[in-house]
T-cell receptor, first 115, second 114 residues
Framework: AQSVAQPEDQVNVAEGNPLTVKCTYSVSGNPYLFWYVQYPNRGLQFLLKYITGDNLVKGSYGFEAEFNKSQTSFHLKKPSALVSDSALYFCAVRDGRDGGFKTIFGAGTRLFVKA | DGGITQSPKYLFRKEGQNVTLSCEQNLNHDAMYWYRQDPGQGLRLIYYSQIVNDFQKGDIAEGYSVSREKKESFPLTVTSAQKNPTAFYLC?????????????FGNGTRLTVT
């Protein structure tokens, strides 16, 4: 069965410091991996995705993510955090074998960036 | 601009009443989804539809119903059989057969049942 784990409920980082939000996944087929961000009382916004190819994926707002097949991880990173990055972040996996209609989301990690 | 519109933003209902949440998209996407979001639990799939006049149950369909009479519209009814309906409901869409495409989300409806 597919699953996604975000081991940290909350991540705190000072503005200007690098940030990492962790994600591990379990899927039988080839994984399609996504990161989304959610601001209060809003829907989710797509940040980046890994389908195949280069293990380092670059996305919106300066975010990037590193795919590691042996560790089944897809951690979200940013070299220099901004206060405006404070939000709820979701990792998600889609199993292409079922037509891709089921996306499984992690529980979310709340990021606080302190000025 | 293309997007997904959910209405209303906030909805209050008394226990025992059915309530319908609206979701409209102008992205020309074939697939549409309803998710429920509760604090600390991520998003859970309620129903999804791959094409007009067809839909499938997700992981937590009990107490909910949907219809898909038009490509653009995928309303969700929360029935009185749903034991714990208070939650944030999110509608999403994606192109057909594009499992490597991200989901597009509306801004949600926050339902409070007392």
């Amino acid at each position: 069965a597919q699953s996604v784990a975000q081991p940290e409920d909350q991540v705190n980082v000072a503005e200007g410091n690098p940030l990492t939000v962790k994600c591990t996944y379990s899927v039988s087929g080839n994984p399609y991996l996504f990161w989304y961000v959610q601001y209060p009382n809003r829907g989710l916004q797509f940040l980046l995705k890994y389908i195949t190819g280069d293990n380092l994926v670059k996305g919106s707002y300066g975010f990037e993510a590193e795919f590691n097949k042996s560790q089944t991880s897809f951690h979200l990173k940013k070299p220099s955090a901004l206060v405006s990055d404070s939000a709820l972040y979701f990792c998600a996996v889609r199993d292409g074998r079922d037509g891709g209609f089921k996306t499984i989301f992690g529980a979310g990690t709340r990021l606080f960036v302190k000025a | 601009d293309g997007g997904i519109t959910q209405s209303p933003k906030y909805l209050f209902r008394k226990e025992g009443q059915n309530v319908t949440l609206s979701c409209e998209q102008n992205l020309n996407h074939d697939a549409m989804y309803w998710y429920r979001q509760d604090p600390g639990q991520g998003l859970r799939l309620i129903y999804y539809s791959q094409i007009v006049n067809d839909f499938q149950k997700g992981d937590i369909a009990e107490g909910y119903s949907v219809s898909r009479e038009k490509k653009e519209s995928f309303p969700l009814t929360v029935t009185s059989a749903q034991k714990n309906p208070t939650a944030f409901y999110l509608c999403a869409s994606s192109p057909q057969g594009a499992e490597n495409s991200p989901l597009h989300f509306g801004n949600g409806t926050r339902l409070t049942v007392t």
